[in-house]
């Protein structure tokens, strides 16, 4: 029930089989135990090995965490860094990793979870570069400490120059052969973003992790989701399997077990939700995302947009006029059809509401076309339009069928969160509408856009797709990217 008690539902069912402690105040993060009355209850559940993993996560956090002595001490250490009496002197008891926010919120979100998981795997504790506005986005994920890196962590004044170029980006220090056992560094910068040589994008492959491991503080800068790569690391893969035993619901579950929108931002879901969805028969997410290089209202666009949501049978045809007078005198209760469709610009969604709003459809079902936002362009770290574009993603999520756009980070976020198998809406090429204009995908995953050449110890011939039965290439790209099925 969406607006009634919630009486019916078990304890369990509201911390989604185990995966949310209880740990936590209600009032301060509505969303955090309310997102469940909005859903429809879910067939993925985490494992139990999750759940553990999970719980013992969140001790370690709150032993290593800001604030702690053992972040103190860590902290103190790497102030040192370059300092030879320091060299030999113990790293502490924890050892940590830092997300500093780069690029769109989309790809933050898919960053911040591969890093998480990257963390469970490691032991290490996920700290988040708060000067954006991920506090006014998200509540804390973890009971009774802080995941925000405290503002005086002392490479504060550093971070933003990170770059492939740094003398301590991993990297690069694997290609000038700068580092090995016998000199390890207190910190290491990883650089995971779309530019990448294949020695950054495989930190995590086995003869790497031997060092890496030892590294008390690793900092990232990434815009990719780099998940379906740590499956090609044996270790973790073993690990991996045990911890999702249904693969493609890696992102699904961390996202639901990480990202909890903050009130004010779970407001804008839910007036939306009560005002334009709840009502409805069928729900129908459209997130429409415009790369090229002319961007905004694109004719082709629009008709590859009626052309997947009209063959993939996810909105009724208009009525030719025959037909209208038939529908007229049916004596059938027409089901109401909700369009939530996203995107920067409203002409998308303006054209789609006239165009059923001007004629009837064949089905005589009604079609009530609604969108939040329309904001022109990117403004990313602006509080507010952050704000808009997480609460956007979030009610995308809610619906029960999505059409998303290729490529796009703010889409994969949506229909992953959702556990919904997205329509793929192709990029144009030379300003066409592609024909098909989308393809369904066969896994709610998101894709890793960059992923590196090939596997861990594998020739450089065989492509990483084809190093693990569980990853392949993602629908969107035709023969790129790496995906999780
Ligand atoms: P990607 O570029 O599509 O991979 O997605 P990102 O989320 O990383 O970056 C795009 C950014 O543009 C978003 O974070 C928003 O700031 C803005 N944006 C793009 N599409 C939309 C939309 O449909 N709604 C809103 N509110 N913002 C959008």
Not at 107 to 123: C, D, G, K, P, Q
């Amino acid at each position: 029930t969406i607006n009634g008690s919630n009486e019916s539902e078990t304890p369990r069912d509201r911390l989604l089989g185990g995966l949310l402690t209880a740990d936590f105040d209600e009032d301060s993060c509505l969303s955090r135990y309310q997102s469940s009355l909005y859903r429809k209850s879910s067939p993925y559940k985490p494992s139990e090995y999750l759940v553990s993993k999970l719980r013992n996560y969140e001790m370690l956090h709150k032993r290593c965490g800001p604030g702690t002595n053992a972040y103190k001490e860590a902290a103190k250490n790497l102030a040192h860094d370059d300092d030879e009496n320091y060299a030999n002197k113990s790293v502490g008891e924890c050892r940590y990793i830092v997300w500093v926010a780069v690029y769109g919120l989309g790809n933050r979100i898919l960053t911040l979870a591969s890093v998480f998981l990257y963390a469970l795997l490691t032991e290490r504790v996920v700290l988040v570069d708060q000067r954006k506005d991920i506090n006014d986005l998200f509540c804390e994920p973890f009971p009774a400490t802080s995941w925000l890196l405290p503002l005086d962590f002392p490479l504060m004044s550093q971070i933003d120059s990170y770059d492939k170029g740094y003398a301590r980006c991993y990297g690069t220090m694997l290609k000038n052969h700068s580092i090995n056992l016998t000199s390890i560094p207190r910190h290491l910068y990883l650089h995971i973003i779309h530019d990448s040589r294949d020695e950054d994008k495989m930190f995590f492959c086995k003869k790497d992790q031997t060092l890496i491991d030892k590294v008390p503080w690793l900092i990232v800068k990434a815009n990719v989701y780099f998940v379906p790569a740590l499956w090609l690391n044996p270790t973790f893969q073993t690990e991996l399997i045990k911890l999702f035993p249904q693969k493609e619901t890696v992102f699904y579950l961390l996202a639901r077990y990480l990202f909890h929108p903050t009130n004010q931002v779970w407001g804008m879901v839910t007036r939306s939700y009560d005002a334009y969805l709840s009502r409805a028969d069928e729900t129908l997410g459209i997130q429409v995302r415009v790369f090229s290089r002319r961007a905004g209202y694109l004719q082709h666009v629009m008709d590859q947009i009626v052309a997947c949501t009209q063959r993939e049978k996810l909105l009724p045809e208009l009525a030719t006029q025959d037909e209208s007078q038939v529908t007229s005198n049916t004596t059938k209760v027409p089901k109401l059809k909700a369009v939530l469709v996203t995107s920067l610009y409203p002409e998308y969604s303006d054209n789609l509401k006239n165009m059923y709003w001007e004629r009837p459809t064949s089905t005589g079902d009604i079609v009530e076309v609604y969108q939040p936002s329309g904001e022109r362009f990117q403004q990313t770290d602006k509080k507010l339009h952050d704000q808009k574009a997480l609460a956007e993603m979030y009610l995308l999520s809610l619906t029960d069928k999505i059409v998303t756009s290729a490529r796009s980070t703010f889409g994969y976020v949506a229909h992953s969160l959702g556990g919904l198998k997205p329509w793929l809406l192709y990029q144009p090429v030379r300003g066409k509408t592609p024909d098909p204009p989308c393809v369904r995908a066969t896994s709610m995953e998101p894709c890793f856009l960059t992923p590196p050449t090939h596997g861990c110890g594998a020739k450089k011939r065989k492509g990483s797709a084809k190093i693990v039965p569980f990853v392949r290439h993602c629908e969107d790209l035709r023969h790129d990217g790496l995906k999780l099925f």
